[in-house]
């Protein structure tokens, strides 16, 4: 059977998004109202398999950062200040710093999470049934969220962000290890080295200060793009169903906070990993289309797609080489991290620029009126051949 997409009504759904709901703040009013309106739009397609679920987040990606930085900044003071045992307390803090940005370009819940995540946001889950009993389960999944204009993440040249993020890690680790030497031989030859560490520590911390104050992006590519693409992907499947997989459908909230609303499904209700597929939505209504083969935005933490879903999107282009899609390492950080941190099989789908960079990502020209409406049929149509592709193997 053919297939087609209503571009007209992926718009509409789009405009809604971003012209009436937004900001879509993480688990702010925006995001919810976003779960309510996409929970109501699969309702009246006739799924009857839809719920929304609440969790716990926060609200800005740089609350998590300031508090590395700020650990980190009280690690040089009490190395600097608190003699021999401040030696040893500080490095501590300062390998601790290290260790918590790193987690947090991985998306690894810092220790602190439980105490920050206060604020209610929501997912949104449906489920479209196999035609037969079901032997596997795949999952669309597409935030719900928009994140505020962020000159740091990226940085005006993209291409800098790795290089900087991994400088930043590395730089309180070598100045935690310089307290706990000058504390152990004496050495005091480190100090102009923790000097030009805590200056660049604090011009992070500044840039992290001031990207609080940008405004909240209309976040019509990132992510309202994903998420009429799966709207548009559910109405299809529901006429047309796979033959041996469900389908779930996966809005999430807090992914730009941290993947809070991917976190707590995940720990809730425990997917297992056998025979489960997921499929990410990030950006899809500008540029290209890829799926990434390679992630990260730094070198110490990038991470790649599982194996089985690689060959798959492989499989899937080489059939249909008139949608244009290739596999390419992309400068990203997404929920297939939080996947595979626990394991699963997962793949993201992106557009890309001229550059090879993310189109519109965390700055204000991130508007509809930036769409690609040919983008978004393009990847729902090939999203809608590689589910085909899951389906028989």
């Keep these: ?31 919810r109202k976003a779960a309510e309106y996409v929970a109501g739009v699969l309702h009246q397609m006739g799924i ?25 900044i009280f690690g040089f003071l009490l190395g600097w200040l608190g003699g021999k045992i401040g030696m040893w307390l500080g490095g501590a803090l300062l390998f601790l710093s290290a260790y918590t940005i790193r987690n947090l370009l991985r998306t690894v819940p810092p220790f602190f999470q439980p105490l920050i995540t206060r604020r209610e946001g929501r997912n949104v889950i449906a489920t479209v049934p196999a035609r037969q009993t079901p032997r596997k389960r ?18 005006s040249n993209p291409a800098l962000m790795k290089p900087m993020e991994t400088a930043s890690v590395l730089l309180m680790a070598f100045a935690g ?42 976040g019509a590519n990132d992510n309202a793009s994903a998420v009429v693409v799966a709207l548009a992907l559910a109405e299809n ?44 939505l990030e950006l899809v209504g500008a540029g290209q289309l890829c799926f990434a083969t390679r992630h990260g935005i730094s070198y110490l933490t990038e991470y790649e797609p599982s194996r089985e879903m690689l060959e798959l999107a492989e499989e899937t282009a080489r059939v249909h080489p008139s949608l244009g899609v290739i596999g390419r390492p992309m400068l990203i950080l997404e929920e297939v991290s939080t996947l595979r941190n626990y394991g699963y099989s997962a793949l993201c789908l992106m557009g890309y620029n001229q550059q090879g960079y993310l189109p519109h990502w965390h700055r204000l020209s991130d508007t509809m ?20 592709t899951i389906d028989r193997k």
């Design 237 to 280: 499947l529901l006429s047309q169903p796979l033959l041996q997989s469900e389908v779930t459908f996966l809005f999430t909230g807090c992914e730009e906070t941290g993947h809070h609303g991917l976190q707590a499904y995940l720990n809730e209700y425990r997917p297992s990993k056998k025979g489960t597929y997921w499929i990410d």
């Design 48 to 72: 009857k398999d839809v719920m929304l679920h609440s969790y716990k987040g926060i609200s800005t990606l740089g609350l998590p950062a300031t508090i590395a930085a700020l650990i980190g």
């Design 177 to 218: 290890l310089s307290f706990w030497l000058q504390a152990l031989l004496g050495w005091s030859t480190f100090f102009w080295f923790q000097v030009i560490s805590l200056t660049i520590l604090l011009i992070v911390l500044i840039g992290l200060l001031a990207d609080e104050f940008q405004p909240t992006v209309e």
């Design 369 to 388: 009126e930036n769409i690609e409406p040919e983008m978004l049929k393009r990847t729902a149509l090939f999203v809608w051949e590689l589910l085909q």
């Design 138 to 155: 795949i999952f669309i999944l597409a935030h719900l969220d928009a994140n505020k204009q962020r000159f740091t993440f990226p940085p």
């Design 1 to 31: 059977m053919s297939v087609t997409f209503d571009i007209g009504r992926m718009l509409e759904h789009m405009r809604v998004l971003c012209k009436e709901l937004s900001p879509r703040t993480p688990a702010g009013p925006g995001e």
